[in-house]
T-cell receptor
Framework: RKEVEQDPGPFNVPEGATVAFNCTYSNSASQSFFWYRQDCRKEPKLLMSVYSSGNEDGRFTAQLNRASQYISLLIRDSKLSDSATYLCVVSSGTASKLTFGTGTRLQVTL | NAGVTQTPKFQVLKTGQSMTLQCAQD?????MYWYRQDPGMGLRLIYY???????DKGEVPNGYNVSRLNKREFSLRLESAAPSQTSVYFC????????????????FGQGTRLTVV
């Protein structure tokens, strides 16, 4: 079983739609959780950290469920510019070793 | 701000050739990483360095060596390149997690696109 698993998609949604991605992780000792965004042929960039209490940043909401070991990302009012691959990232251990999921591709259309 | 700088951006090697990918960060981060990214595989950790003077294997270390030259620089060496090492390589850095700090963001370089023929 992979340490971090995501549905690869693609998710094709119309502009204005709400879309949700889930991610599961296998290491119960994982400490930190993130969503990264990666545009085609570019480096990953941090979208948002995921806190135990859940957190929101504009149209983006992230949730963490430690008991079930999954993380979610909700995007409301999707924009064309949201089209990208979204990477679930988990950090564990004192070396801050980051483990990436394979990514979920989102395509927002007119 | 430069952040994380990788060189070269593109490289074509012949099977059996060697090369070193260079990475430098100017954010005074303790931890540095080398990942490779292949279609459908996501980013896989090759090696990482939690602090200057230490290096550890990641998920896919075979065929690679690393050097943490100082706090700023972390290089990745391919001693004898193989076609299976054709990939996009990313270097990254972050603060080291400790109990007083969580959610340490990693910053990535722009990537090196390596083709081995």
């Amino acid at each position: 079983r992979k340490e971090v698993e995501q549905d690869p998609g693609p998710f094709n949604v119309p502009e204005g739609a709400t879309v949700a991605f889930n991610c599961t992780y296998s290491n119960s000792a994982s400490q930190s959780f993130f969503w990264y965004r990666q545009d085609c042929r570019k480096e990953p960039k941090l979208l948002m950290s995921v806190y135990s209490s859940g957190n929101e940043d504009g149209r983006f909401t992230a949730q963490l469920n430690r008991a079930s070991q999954y993380i979610s990302l909700l995007i409301r009012d999707s924009k064309l510019s949201d089209s990208a691959t979204y990477l679930c990232v988990v950090s564990s251990g004192t070396a801050s070793k980051l483990t990436f999921g394979t990514g979920t591709r989102l395509q927002v259309t007119l | 701000n430069a952040g994380v700088t990788q060189t070269p951006k593109f490289q074509v090697l012949k099977t059996g050739q060697s090369m070193t990918l260079q990475c430098a960060q100017d954010m005074n981060h303790n931890s540095m990483y080398w990942y490779r990214q292949d279609p459908g595989m996501g980013l896989r950790l090759i090696y990482y360095s939690a602090s200057e003077g230490t290096t550890d294997k990641g998920e896919v270390p075979n065929g690679y060596n690393v050097s943490r030259l100082n706090k700023r620089e972390f290089s990745l060496r391919l001693e004898s390149a193989a076609p299976s090492q054709t990939s996009v390589y990313f270097c990254a850095s972050s603060e080291t997690w400790d109990r007083g700090r969580t959610n340490t963001e990693a910053f990535f370089g722009q990537g090196t696109r390596l083709t081995v023929v």
